[in-house]
Every structure is written in structure tokens, then in C-alpha cells.
């Protein structure tokens, strides 16, 4: 399977030995438009393209000379801020990170799953967001205001540091099938954002977020596909850290 | 001008509001019912393995396989505690297993609140009566209570 870094380090290595031309592009898009039709449809545009382009350009040619009417989100377009998580040929990934070459000549592009439809590629984010709220994804201590920072060694910073990569995209909890039929279960984003409190040497709120994640909603609906891994735009572990909660609930509480 | 963002310590009204207490209060524990429910799907799939896996290489493979199976075969086998044990934990884990496994797929997948409510019961009734019957077969049952075979 290939990681993040390995794509990466693909388009690295074809930029050096330099992609020929511009390619023509097919793209397949799913359409969606509650003032139109309550159904979806299929759109198919044609454009030109550098194989380095990244896919969120493609989508900018599609929307600026094609159909002004396409709407996607996308604000930062370089993998940081987490707005244009799509499903693209069947995957989930950010339109940002994903190159022209990447996908070859015909691409379909799908909304990311398990969350209502609001118009195109737009879905309605609360659902994910009140789960990622669920889990109290902020510091909590108690035990005063110290003088200066709240210091930590390097090992205790090293325990969570994977899962403070996470953006909220939404391409994890989106590919989770457990997700898919009960948008109750709080998702792998959520967990995650758990995860990076729960293992925070400064921080005090461990055990409510533990009983939070224990409940009928929580870690213990989670079926271990990892399709979260897989979706993961950052390269979180992140069936790994949903492991590490089960692991900490079952033996922290001894 | 600087803007001062200052944390909001009013509701909305203006009164003020106390600062919610995260780490202690609420009883629930950490763990309960879904913890052990899913170390059990875990412990009771290795054992069910070794116990389904030995059920059926015993009573289904051998020359003749269920066709041997007969009430001798049976009086036989259940002479001894061992088996009668082996069948009654086969019966159990295997019934906790399955509906615990339909439980979680209701879940999953059926979304009404009483529509779930009531496919729960279904199983839980369901798997309550075999549960019962099974067991009172494994305890009770003696071969001279019988009339013979011919």
C-alpha cells in the first residue's frame, strides 16, 4: 500500500525527471442541487492539465471556465487546513494532495460519505464536529496556573505527537463504515482528538474522557478495518490510536 | 487599538456562569458494559474456536460423520462429564457470542430507537429459551429415563 510519503516521494521523484506536457483529464463529478433535484447526478468535464497539477486546480479550471455553478470548499489548498476532503476515485483524500498524475486520465469525484449532502462536493459538517465536541478536545488541569510554561520531557511530548497531526478533514470518520450506518458513534477524528489529551502528561481530564469513550457511542464500536489509516491525508495512525484508548480503558482503570 | 479577546465567563443572560467541572462529578465508570462486552466477543472467540473447531472435527468428519450420531452415540458421549461441560460451554459462549454480535449489529444498522428496541428483545428471547432448553438437556438428561432404542 502506499503511504503519504511514498506518493510524495513518487511525484518528487517524476518532477525530477520531468513530466512531459500537458494531459487531458476526465473527470467525473457527482453533482447535487436541492433546488434542482432531490437526486444527485453525473457531471463529466473535460480539461487540460499538468500531470503535477494538483486535483483542487483541476477543480478550479472546472469551476472558473466550464460550470461556475460547481461548489467544493477548499481554503488553504496546501494540506493544512483540512476544508476539500473528497472521495476521489473511490478514496478518500484531500483535492489538494492529490496530483494529476496520481489518478490518471479519468477521475471521479464523489462527496466524502456518511454526512448529509448540502449542495456538490459540500456536506454538512455538524454531525462530525459535535462528535469531535463529545470528547472535550481541550486542555484541562486543574491544578492551578503555574508560573511559567507547563513543562513536559521529549518521551512525554513523543506519546501523543502522532495525533496532534489531525486537521479535522473528516476523510477518517467519512471512510468508517461503523460511521456510515450510525452517525452516533463519534468517529475515528474524534477519538484521535481524544487520544492527543488522554496521553498529555499536562493534562487532567483523562478519566471523563475515558467514561465519555466507554459509552454505548464510543471506542468500543469501532470494528478495527482500518479504513481511517488508509484515509488519513496526514499519515496519523490512527487505528493504532484507537487501539491505545481501548487498551488504556481496559487497563488504566486497575 | 489592541483587542483584548477575553474568555467568555457570562451566559448568556449576564449571569455568570460557573465553570464547568470536567474531571469530577458524573459517576459513570470508566469502562462498564461495552468494555467487557468487547473483551468477551475476544476471550470467548479463541476459546469458541478451539470448542467449534473440536466439535465439528469429532462429530461431523470422522467415517459415517452425523450419520453415526445417534441416541447410543449420544448416551455414550455424555456418560462423561467432560463432554457434557464441552457442549454446555459450546451452547453458552456460542449464544452470548451470536447475540451479542446481532446486538451490535442493530446498532449499527437499525436507527428507530424502538425498532432497535425490539429486535433486541427478540434476540435476547430468543437466545434466553435455548439457553434454557440447552441447558436443561446437558444437566437432566439421563439415557435409562428413556424408553430403548430398537
Redesign the interface.
Known amino acids: 500500500m502506499a503511504t503519504p510519503a511514498d506518493v510524495l516521494q513518487d511525484s518528487d521523484a517524476r518532477r525530477a525527471g520531468g513530466a512531459a506536457g500537458a494531459v487531458t483529464l476526465t473527470l467525473r463529478i457527482r453533482r447535487f442541487n436541492p433546488e434542482i433535484s432531490q437526486d444527485s447526478w453525473w457531471d463529466e468535464f473535460t480539461v487540460e492539465a499538468d500531470p503535477l497539477d494538483r486535483l483542487v486546480e483541476v477543480l478550479h479550471q472546472v469551476k472558473w471556465y466550464h460550470d461556475g455553478t460547481l461548489s467544493f470548499r477548499r481554503s488553504c489548498a496546501h494540506g493544512i487546513c483540512g476544508s476539500d476532503a473528497m472521495l476521489i476515485n473511490g478514496r478518500n483524500a484531500l483535492a489538494c494532495k492529490v496530483l494529476v498524475d496520481d489518478v490518471g486520465p479519468r477521475v471521479t469525484i464523489e462527496p466524502i460519505r456518511g454526512l448529509a449532502v448540502l449542495k456538490d462536493l459540500i456536506v454538512d459538517m455538524d454531525p462530525f464536529l459535535e462528535g469531535y465536541r463529545t470528547v472535550?478536545p481541550f486542555l484541562?488541569n486543574?491544578s492551578g496556573e503555574p508560573d511559567k510554561e507547563r513543562l513536559q520531557s521529549a518521551e512525554e511530548r513523543a506519546r501523543f505527537d502522532d495525533t496532534t497531526k489531525c486537521i479535522l478533514c473528516a476523510a477518517c470518520t467519512t471512510s468508517c463504515p461503523?460511521f456510515w450506518?450510525?452517525e452516533g458513534y463519534i468517529g475515528p477524528a474524534a477519538i484521535v482528538n481524544a487520544h492527543r489529551f488522554i496521553f498529555d502528561s499536562r493534562d487532567?481530564?483523562s478519566?471523563?474522557r475515558?467514561?465519555i469513550l466507554?459509552?454505548?457511542t464510543?471506542v468500543?464500536?469501532c470494528r478495527t478495518t482500518f479504513n481511517c489509516t488508509d484515509a488519513c491525508p496526514r499519515g496519523i495512525q490512527v487505528t493504532k490510536a484507537i487501539q491505545e484508548v481501548?487498551r488504556s480503558?481496559?487497563f488504566?482503570?486497575f | 487599538m489592541a483587542t483584548t479577546i477575553e474568555r467568555s465567563t457570562t451566559s448568556g443572560d449576564g449571569a455568570p456562569r460557573p465553570p464547568r467541572d470536567?474531571?469530577r462529578g458524573?459517576e459513570?465508570?470508566?469502562?462498564?458494559f461495552?468494555?467487557w462486552?468487547?473483551?468477551f466477543m475476544r476471550i470467548s472467540g479463541i476459546v469458541l474456536l478451539v470448542l467449534a473447531l473440536g466439535h465439528t472435527l469429532i462429530m461431523h468428519l470422522p467415517s459415517g460423520g452425523v450419520d453415526r450420531v445417534d441416541f447410543g452415540f449420544v448416551a455414550t458421549r455424555w456418560a462423561s462429564p467432560f463432554w457434557r461441560s464441552w457442549d454446555w460451554m459450546l451452547l453458552t459462549l456460542a449464544l452470548i457470542h451470536g447475540i451479542n454480535g446481532l446486538r451490535?449489529i442493530t446498532?449499527?444498522?437499525v436507527?428507530k430507537p424502538g425498532t432497535r428496541f425490539a429486535a433486541n428483545m427478540v434476540f435476547y428471547v430468543l437466545g434466553f429459551t435455548l439457553f434454557v432448553l440447552g441447558t436443561i438437556i446437558v444437566v437432566t438428561f439421563d439415557p435409562s429415563n428413556w424408553p430403548p432404542v430398537a
Do not use: A
Open positions: 472535550l484541562i486543574d461503523i450506518g450510525d487532567e481530564g478519566r471523563e475515558l467514561k466507554s459509552e454505548k464510543g468500543f464500536r481501548k480503558i481496559l488504566d482503570r | 470536567y474531571t458524573s459513570r465508570p470508566v469502562g462498564g461495552e468494555l462486552m468487547w473483551l451490535n446498532l449499527d444498522y436507527r
